[in-house]
């Protein structure tokens, strides 16, 4: 009954330490500035990740998401993109929860009042 709780700790303790280490101050940017179809299919699929991370993490109510086996729209990225693209997932899956939960307690308080 511990893993899951320890293995969400984890998780969220990752997601803060990347998301303040994410924004550094690297100014030397790998992107490809032409837009080239190529970074335009890159971003795509990175999307469709982050997408399916996130709908994986949303299943999963106890926090506990594994990175693995990759979905099918990840299989294409790099290891560090893979990375960036999976906590991006969780990310995305925590703040849709999170308005979630403020939608459910305002109609909760809207309700009481009444």
């Known amino acids: ?7 969400a700790a984890a998780v969220i ?5 990347l998301t303040g280490c994410s924004s550094g101050g690297d100014t030397g940017d790998k992107r490809n500035p032409s837009g080239t179809p190529a970074a335009a299919e890159k971003a795509e699929n990175t999307q469709r990740c982050v997408d399916a991370i996130a709908d994986r ?3 999963h109510k106890g926090g506990a998401v594994r990175s693995h086996p990759v979905p099918g729209p990840c299989a294409r ?8 693209a999976y906590m991006a997932g969780l990310e995305q899956a925590h703040r849709v929860a999170q308005k979630a939960s403020q939608g459910a307690s305002g109609k909760a308080a ?3 009042g009444n």
């Open 57 to 59: 993490a949303a299943a």
């Open 1 to 7: 009954m511990r893993t899951p709780a320890l293995e």
């Open 110 to 112: 809207d309700g009481a």
């Open 13 to 17: 303790a990752i997601t803060l330490l």
């Open 77 to 84: 990225l790099s290891d560090a993109d893979y990375l960036d």
